[in-house]
């Protein structure tokens, strides 16, 4: 079931608590390196303010532990979002308590507030409902667009929700949902999920989900060597887990699943050494895989050309070595090519989502989720606590 969004409920005149995912990155200065999701967030805010309502914005930043760090303050967040919004935005110097609460109740609308780091209090990740109860006591409305944090039963975003008589998402968390859901329940077919990443521990869940839903598994990246060793070839130095080789065998004997026909090896895997291009069957035992080889790219463009939906989750080599690129960028490329041509393609996983900036590819996908840890559980087939709690349409 589809759930309840901001512009199902009559949200005008009102404090609303919107729970974001501001956790960006900071340098040493406090500067924000990439605000991806201070933007994403705005088509929410703007709409609230649109319609009189005041935002009482709240995140967490980082990982504190329960306590107050200046160096993870959502300060400079502050800042950035009224820079996109071109308004001032109050900052609250805590996200509960007396002077919030004084903050928070002389508000007018067109006022935005953006509370302090809510993980500066050890309750927020506890799940702890009286924090969560004080929290919900600053507004009438609760509004989750937070799908980066979905997959946490923390105060602001399972808890809180039972306070509130219609939770719902904004924006954001709605298109999440929609892209995720529509690619799992209902897809476009040839539905081709493409997984890599270093570690099969990381993807296991979510290959043993995807081989009932997809026509055709592509498996990259390092995970592929531990396939590969289950499938009794020597894999050189090459990324193993021999704790799942057994599990690999069984994934290996699906008729759906792709393997990598060759690779990129290298002597080196912190900085760019020479390369050879071999067969699977020919990796040699001094050296270490770091990319897919060159008819494994033609391989697997063919069949990223002829899928109507494509799901991405993770790199097929250690592309931050432009060396140990080539793989990656082509793979980015056909599925950015195959988007054009009218596929619906859903990338996920912090590190596909850089390599999509490194190549410039980002605008030209269907959709960028926002969420690593939250796209993977939800690949995975797990129930998220933050989509859970919010109340169906």
């Given at each position: 079931?589809?759930?309840?969004?901001?512009?199902?409920?009559?949200?005008?005149?009102?404090?609303?608590?919107?729970?974001?995912?501001?956790?960006?990155?900071?340098?040493?200065?406090?500067?924000?390196?990439?605000?991806?999701?201070?933007?994403?967030?705005?088509?929410?805010?703007?709409?609230?303010?649109?319609?009189?309502?005041?935002?009482?914005?709240?995140?967490?930043?980082?990982?504190?532990?329960?306590?107050?760090?200046?160096?993870?303050?959502?300060?400079?967040?502050?800042?950035?979002?009224?820079?996109?919004?071109?308004?001032?935005?109050?900052?609250?110097?805590?996200?509960?308590?007396?002077?919030?609460?004084?903050?928070?109740?002389?508000?007018?609308?067109?006022?935005?507030?953006?509370?302090?780091?809510?993980?500066?209090?050890?309750?927020?990740?506890?799940?702890?409902?009286?924090?969560?109860?004080?929290?919900?006591?600053?507004?009438?409305?609760?509004?989750?667009?937070?799908?980066?944090?979905?997959?946490?039963?923390?105060?602001?975003?399972?808890?809180?929700?039972?306070?509130?008589?219609?939770?719902?998402c904004g924006f954001l968390m709605e298109k999440e949902l929609k892209y995720l859901e529509g690619a799992l329940r209902n897809p476009q077919r040839p539905l081709l999920a493409v997984i890599g990443g270093a570690k099969v521990s990381t993807k296991i869940g979510v290959l043993k989900n995807l081989l009932d839903k997809v026509d055709n598994l592509v498996i990259g990246g390092g995970m592929c060597f531990t396939f590969y060793k289950a499938n009794g070839l020597d894999i050189g130095k090459s990324l193993c887990e021999d704790e799942f080789l057994t599990e690999a065998i069984g994934i290996l004997n699906n008729p759906?699943?792709?393997?990598?026909?060759?690779?990129?090896?290298?002597?080196?895997?912190?900085?760019?050494?020479?390369?050879?291009?071999?067969?699977?069957?020919?990796?040699?035992?001094?050296?270490?895989?770091?990319?897919?080889?060159?008819?494994?790219?033609?391989?697997?463009?063919?069949?990223?050309?002829?899928?109507?939906?494509?799901?991405?989750?993770?790199?097929?080599?250690?592309?931050?070595?432009?060396?140990?690129?080539?793989?990656?960028?082509?793979?980015?490329?056909?599925?950015?090519?195959?988007?054009?041509?009218?596929?619906?393609?859903?990338?996920?996983?912090?590190?596909?989502?850089?390599?999509?900036?490194?190549?410039?590819?980002?605008?030209?996908?269907?959709?960028?989720?926002?969420?690593?840890?939250?796209?993977?559980?939800?690949?995975?087939?797990?129930?998220?606590?933050?989509?859970?709690?919010?109340?169906?349409?």
């Amino acid at each position: 079931m589809p759930k309840l969004s901001v512009k199902d409920l009559p949200i005008k005149g009102k404090k609303i608590f919107l729970r974001v995912d501001f956790n960006v990155p900071l340098d040493e200065n406090q500067n924000i390196t990439d605000d991806t999701r201070i933007k994403e967030s705005l088509p929410t805010i703007e709409y609230i303010l649109q319609n009189g309502s005041i935002p009482i914005i709240a995140s967490h930043l980082g990982r504190p532990k329960g306590k107050v760090d200046p160096k993870q303050s959502l300060r400079p967040a502050a800042i950035r979002l009224g820079e996109f919004l071109k308004r001032g935005v109050k900052f609250a110097p805590d996200c509960v308590g007396p002077e919030v609460k004084k903050i928070v109740d002389s508000l007018k609308p067109g006022d935005i507030l953006l509370l302090e780091n809510l993980r500066f209090h050890p309750e927020e990740e506890k799940n702890d409902p009286n924090f969560a109860k004080e929290l919900a006591s600053l507004a009438e409305i609760y509004i989750d667009d937070a799908f980066g944090s979905a997959h946490r039963a923390h105060a602001s975003v399972e808890a809180i929700a039972h306070y509130f008589e219609y939770p719902a998402c904004g924006f954001l968390m709605e298109k999440e949902l929609k892209y995720l859901e529509g690619a799992l329940r209902n897809p476009q077919r040839p539905l081709l999920a493409v997984i890599g990443g270093a570690k099969v521990s990381t993807k296991i869940g979510v290959l043993k989900n995807l081989l009932d839903k997809v026509d055709n598994l592509v498996i990259g990246g390092g995970m592929c060597f531990t396939f590969y060793k289950a499938n009794g070839l020597d894999i050189g130095k090459s990324l193993c887990e021999d704790e799942f080789l057994t599990e690999a065998i069984g994934i290996l004997n699906n008729p759906k699943v792709y393997l990598p026909v060759d690779v990129v090896i290298a002597t080196d895997i912190k900085s760019a050494t020479p390369t050879k291009n071999v067969d699977v069957k020919t990796i040699f035992q001094d050296h270490y895989g770091v990319d897919i080889g060159e008819k494994s790219i033609s391989q697997i463009g063919n069949l990223i050309k002829k899928a109507k939906t494509i799901v991405w989750n993770g790199p097929m080599g250690i592309f931050e070595i432009d060396a140990y690129a080539k793989g990656t960028e082509a793979i980015a490329k056909a599925v950015a090519d195959a988007t054009t041509k009218g596929a619906i393609s859903i990338v996920g996983g912090g590190d596909s989502v850089a390599a999509l900036e490194k190549f410039n590819l980002k605008s030209k996908i269907s959709h960028v989720s926002t969420g690593g840890g939250a796209s993977l559980e939800y690949l995975e087939g797990k129930e998220l606590p933050g989509v859970k709690v919010l109340k169906d349409k």
